[in-house]
T-cell receptor, first 112, second 114 residues
Framework: AQSVTQPDIHITVSEGASLELRCNYS??????LFWYVQSPGQGLQLLLK??????LVQGIKGFEAEFKRSQSSFNLRKPSVHWSDAAEYFC??????????FGAGTTVTVRA | ETGVTQTPRHLVMGMTNKKSLKCEQH?????MYWYKQSAKKPLELMFV???????ENNSVPSRFSPECPNSSHLFLHLHTLQPEDSALYLC?????????????FGQGTRLTVV
């Protein structure tokens, strides 16, 4: 069975600074990888996904993520955060039977 | 607005009550899902429906009873819940079951069992 670990429970970053959220997965085959964002009181919104091909994927809102098979990682990055990026971020891995396994999430706080 | 609407947004119920959560999507999707989100825990997949047929029951207690009358509507019927069932319940839909298609989530129902 697949599993996802997000080592950082909470990250605080200054507005305009760069952001990197870590995600490690455990899955025997080629993974389908996702990052979702959840703003307060909202559902989850897909930021980006990786299935195959270029290991650097671009998403919405200026986010990108890099798949590194050797490290079983799929870290999310943004060069310059905005106050509106304060939210909870979830990494997820999917298998061929449509089951998405989510990490516990990382809460991002943006300070002025 | 993702196209997936959940009602009510908030619900407080006693352990002996019976209530239902409703999810509606008009995206033309064929697969619908119920997830449970507890504080600081990963989202837990509860049920999957594909073309109105339940294809996944992830060892969910029988006090949670899903219903999918058509591909646009999904219900979660609740009865004799426990305080530990308090959580955010999220509905999602996708064009078809599978990780390749994007899942669209509703805003969730915040359930408190007292």
């Amino acid at each position: 069975a697949q599993s996802v670990t997000q080592p950082d429970i909470h990250i605080t970053v200054s507005e305009g600074a760069s952001l990197e959220l870590r995600c490690n997965y455990s899955y025997g085959a080629t993974p389908y990888l996702f990052w979702y964002v959840q703003s307060p009181g909202q559902g989850l919104q897909l930021l980006l996904k990786y299935f195959s091909g270029d290991t650097l994927v671009q998403g919405i809102k200026g986010f990108e993520a890099e798949f590194k098979r050797s490290q079983s990682s799929f870290n999310l990055r943004k060069p310059s955060v905005h106050w509106s990026d304060a939210a909870e971020y979830f990494c997820a891995v999917g298998d061929i039977d449509y089951k998405l396994s989510f990490g516990a999430g990382t809460t991002v706080t943006v300070r002025a | 607005e993702t196209g997936v609407t959940q009602t009510p947004r908030h619900l407080v119920m006693g352990m002996t009550n019976k209530k239902s959560l409703k999810c509606e999507q008009h995206l033309g999707h064929n697969a619908m899902y119920w997830y449970k989100q507890s504080a600081k825990k990963p989202l837990e997949l509860m049920f999957v429906y594909n073309f109105k047929e339940q294809t996944e029951n992830n060892s969910v207690p029988s006090r949670f009873s899903p219903e999918c009358p058509n591909s646009s509507h999904l219900f979660l019927h609740l009865h004799t819940l426990q305080p530990e069932d308090s959580a955010l319940y999220l509905c999602a839909s996708s064009q078809e079951p599978g990780p390749i298609t994007e899942a669209f989530f509703g805003q969730g129902t915040r359930l408190t069992v007292v």
